[in-house]
T-cell receptor
Framework: SQKIEQNSEALNIQEGKTATLTCNYT??????LQWYRQDPGRGPVFLLL?????KEKRKERLKVTFDTTLKQSLFHITASQPADSATYLC??????????FGSGTRLQVQP | GAGVSQSPSNKVTEKGKDVELRCDPI?????LYWYRQSLGQGLEFLIY????????KSGLPSDRFSAERTGGSVSTLTIQRTQQEDSAVYLC??????????????FGQGTRLTVV
């Protein structure tokens, strides 16, 4: 069955460092992969979308890579700030025509 | 402009009662989704509506769950004979289209359902 895996353990980093979050998937070849941010008590908010023919996508301090051979996406936040603390979810189409989400990784940026 | 609106924001109900959750999508969005999120868990897909096509109900956990979308706009998720395991946050999202995931989804703030 299709599976999307994100590190369930929280990632704790110091302010100013680069945070790197991983999304691995199996048994599917999505044409697109998306990343969302979710704050406690709120719905997810879209951050970035990357296509299968794009190796890398950037938006301000955010960078996403997409390796279709490894079936992996990496999400980077450079110069991290305490306000970046949240849960980050990856999502992709697993053939159902509705996004399937990973369970998310909680990021905590310490001042 | 208005985003996706869900009501109520919180609902406490007794076991065995029926509940209705409402979602107002962004105007013009043809795709509408319902997800469920239990405490500390990821999003579990429930149902997907796209235009006038038959909905994808493959994620509904039991026949106690149903959803409809009237006039291609407002959607209602109904849970009959609620059980304690139905307690979760129910999230609605809409998007311009699905098309393989190349369109971002806009989420409402969710309805927190507690079955006591």
């Amino acid at each position: 069955s299709q599976k999307i895996e994100q590190n369930s353990e929280a990632l704790n980093i110091q302010e100013g460092k680069t945070a790197t979050l991983t999304c691995n998937y199996t048994n599917y070849s999505p044409a697109y992969l998306q990343w969302y941010r979710q704050d406690p008590g709120r719905g997810p908010v879209f951050l970035l979308l990357i296509r299968e023919n794009e190796k890398e996508k950037r938006k301000e301090r955010l960078k996403v890579t997409f390796d279709t051979t490894l079936k992996q996406s990496l999400f980077h936040i450079t110069a991290s700030q305490p306000a970046d603390s949240a849960t980050y979810l990856c999502a992709l189409d697993t053939g159902r025509r509705a996004l399937t989400f990973g369970s998310g990784t909680r990021l905590q940026v310490q001042p | 402009g208005a985003g996706v609106s869900q009501s109520p924001s919180n609902k406490v109900t007794e076991k065995g009662k029926d509940v209705e959750l409402r979602c107002d999508p962004i105007s013009g969005h043809t795709a509408l989704y319902w997800y469920r999120q239990s405490l500390g868990q990821g999003l579990e897909f429930l149902i997907y509506f796209q235009g006038n096509s038959a909905p994808d109900k493959s994620g509904l956990p039991s026949d106690r769950f149903s959803a409809e979308r009237t006039g291609g706009s407002v959607s209602t998720l109904t849970i009959q004979r609620t059980q304690q395991e139905d307690s979760a946050v129910y999230l609605c999202a809409s998007s311009l289209d699905f098309a393989g995931g190349n369109t971002e989804a806009f989420f409402g703030q969710g309805t927190r359902l507690t079955v006591v």
